[in-house]
């Protein structure tokens, strides 16, 4: 029983396998039912409002049984049963959506007079205005029946540049071992980079890092022409459906604000010496004259060795999120108690970790928990997920309970945010706080001026194309050299090698998402700063965020948590709270 107590509790999804089955049955009835009101959804406002409650109750059904079955099959992958539930309900997932795609086409036909008219005669409908703002704001967007089944055929060849990108680099090279001083031998490959890059021996770090992007220059011609392909592609896409640019359509099929974009990176570029300050500060520590990239992983302050059990981490959390008020760390509590996690790493378990909501139960979580630090900061993080899901969960209409990348990742850095100023009050000693500053300046450089960094190369790159120009191999490397130049500073080489960099980056083929981790952090520490500062009213603030789902767009929900990310604010106060962060961790240095 002491064991059952650190996997997760997927009872409270479905009792047994039966029950599971029942509800796919079930899923493909309303499906069905969907299905044969094909040609009639925008009748009356009597059909409309059956035909969009049952597509939300499909879209709730198969949520739930995807949930069940994804995290069974996770926690379990060689378990012959799970896979079979898992790919049942995939294939379930896409007969629906086939049998149902009918659906936006009809919804299409509505404007928005003809929606107030049949909002008129059902009330009912009101609950889906939100819902029909956004499908007919995307109106002018949809082609006509041909043209979007020539797009949707695109779809194929658009994907297959990740793909021929991802067997290039997993399938075709060929990966060699290299030995440190000592004579440990490591495979030069992705896998291996982050530990290669904490090496110690410089020399070590300087030949594997030269080796793995050696690697990527042998085939840069190659992987130039399949990244200019896509880059062409995406531009396509967005002219053939009336855009004026590719990042353009990215951004407004997210309600996201182009200036959120602009003023990202903008403020970043015009406010780089706190960073560029942090460069100096490693090299004085390190003892070098300058760094390249091969030495921006090497910590300055050593890592901490101290190990904490799951529920010294747990108690950590609780402490941490105490700060929220009594009715969230009483949901921290319930998450424990009723084994909605699934904690520590096994054979045949899935690496990483995330959380997965459900609608009318709760969140799950899954870890691989092995006790160091960033696994506690990892566990706050997911929980902040949890937390959201649960919020909005139980305050949104299912059809409002999701929320975007945007918002999403703003829960869970909240949490870490929180996490770590809560260490970094109740540190004892200089060398606990020194690794705490540490850890969150390298937290900030990796997860906001890193992301913001390839934000810049691919919108240089998408409005070179759009501008007629050709995105040839040297090109490329010179745009990634300048930007790692441009940013890191004066105390940083970006040599031959560093321009190779963008080559192995998968981010790139997903084209304008990576900012939103930027972004996100933003946010996060704004929001933590504010609640440490205000109290109660900040809290609230907060809380009312977490609740309200996708119940609007994302720029005005996070104005809910008191954080305008359409101004530059957000990014200057990030830049600010990374620039006290470096004095104090000077001082102590």
């Given at each position: ?6 996997t ?8 047994d ?5 029942q ?17 009639k ?6 059909t ?34 799970y896979k079979?539930?898992?790919?049942t ?14 659906l936006?086409?009809?919804l ?10 049949l909002?008129?005669q ?10 029909i ?6 109106k ?7 043209s ?5 055929r ?7 540049f ?6 290039l ?18 495979v ?30 042998g085939?840069?011609n190659?992987?130039?022409?399949n990244?200019?392909?896509l880059?062409?592609t ?6 053939s ?18 200036e ?10 015009a ?19 300058k760094?390249y ?40 509590k319930?998450?424990h108690e009723?084994?909605w996690?699934d ?5 045949g378990?899935v ?11 709760h969140?799950?979580?899954?870890l ?23 919020y ?24 870490e ?18 690794v ?12 906001f ?5 390839f ?10 194309v759009?501008?007629?120009?050709p ?8 745009i ?8 890191y ?23 304008f998402?990576?900012y939103?981790?930027a ?8 929001i ?8 109660q009213?900040?809290?609230e603030d907060y ?11 994302p720029?005005?929900l996070?104005k809910?948590?008191?954080v305008?990310?359409?101004?530059p ?5 990030i ?15």
């Amino acid at each position: 029983m002491e064991e059952n107590r650190f996997t997760w509790n997927l009872e409270d999804i479905y009792p047994d396998e039966q029950a599971w089955y029942q509800d796919l049955s079930k899923a493909k009835e309303l499906t069905a039912k969907l299905a044969a009101m094909q040609g009639k959804v925008c009748q009356d406002g009597h059909t409309l409002l059956e035909a969009l409650d049952l597509s939300t109750k499909c879209s709730e059904y198969i949520a739930k049984l995807f949930t069940y079955a994804s995290c069974h099959y996770d926690a379990q992958m060689g378990n012959a049963g799970y896979k079979k539930l898992y790919e049942t309900i995939c294939g379930e997932n896409s007969a629906a959506a086939e049998q149902t795609s009918f659906l936006m086409p009809e919804l299409m036909e509505l404007t928005r007079e003809s929606f107030d008219r049949l909002c008129a005669q059902v009330p009912e409908l009101a609950l889906y205005t939100h819902y029909i703002e956004d499908l007919l704001s995307q109106k002018e967007h949809i082609l006509d029946e041909r043209s979007e089944q020539m797009l949707v055929r695109m779809q194929d060849i658009h994907s297959s540049f990740k793909k021929i990108y991802t067997d290039l680099r997993v399938n075709d090279t060929k990966s060699e071992e290299i030995a440190d001083s000592q004579g440990n031998k490591l495979v030069v490959s992705d896998a291996t980079y982050s530990a290669a890059m904490e090496h110690p021996d410089r020399a070590f770090r300087k030949e594997f890092f030269e080796k793995l992007l050696g690697t990527y220059g042998g085939y840069i011609n190659t992987l130039s022409s399949n990244y200019y392909a896509l880059v062409k592609t995406n531009v396509y896409i967005a002219k053939s459906r009336g855009y004026c640019s590719a990042r353009n359509q990215s951004l407004s099929e997210n309600f996201i604000p182009e200036e959120v974009y602009d003023n990202l990176l903008a403020t970043v570029r015009a406010n780089t010496e706190p960073f560029q300050r942090y460069i100096s500060l490693r090299n004085r520590v390190l003892g070098l004259d300058k760094s390249y990239m091969y030495d921006l992983f090497l910590p300055i302050v050593p890592d901490s060795t101290k190990k904490y059990s799951f529920d010294e981490a747990y108690e950590l959390m609780l402490k941490a999120t105490a700060i929220l008020g009594e009715d969230y760390t009483a949901l921290v509590k319930r998450s424990h108690e009723e084994r909605w996690c699934d904690v520590y790493p096994k054979q045949g378990k899935v690496s990483g970790a995330y959380s997965t909501g459900v609608y009318d139960v709760h969140p799950y979580m899954l870890l691989n928990y092995n006790g160091t630090l960033d696994d506690v900061f990892t566990l706050l993080h997911e929980t902040g997920h949890s937390m959201h899901s649960y919020y909005s969960d139980h305050t949104q209409p299912f059809i409002y309970s999701d929320y975007t990348l945007f918002c999403a990742e703003v829960a869970s850095t909240t949490n870490e945010m929180l996490l770590y100023h809560y260490l970094l009050d109740h540190a004892q000693t200089k060398e606990e706080k020194a690794v705490l500053l540490s850890k969150h300046l390298n937290d900030i450089r990796s997860t906001f001026y890193r992301q913001t960094m390839f934000a810049d190369f691919e919108n240089q790159t998408h409005k070179m194309v759009e501008a007629g120009q050709p995105l040839l191999p040297d090109v490329l490397c010179e745009i990634h050299r300048k930007i790692n130049e441009d940013y890191y500073g004066p105390d940083f080489v970006a040599d031959r090698f560093i321009s190779y960099e963008w080559a192995r980056i998968p981010h790139f083929y997903r084209a304008f998402y990576v900012y939103q981790y930027a972004t996100g952090i933003s946010a996060a520490v704004a929001i933590a700063n504010r609640i440490r500062k205000l109290g109660q009213p900040a809290i609230e603030d907060y809380k009312n965020f977490l609740r309200s789902g996708s119940s609007d767009h994302p720029i005005e929900l996070l104005k809910i948590a008191g954080v305008d990310m359409a101004s530059p604010q957000p990014i200057l106060d990030i830049i600010e709270d990374f620039n006290q962060t470096l004095k104090q961790l000077e001082e102590l240095l």
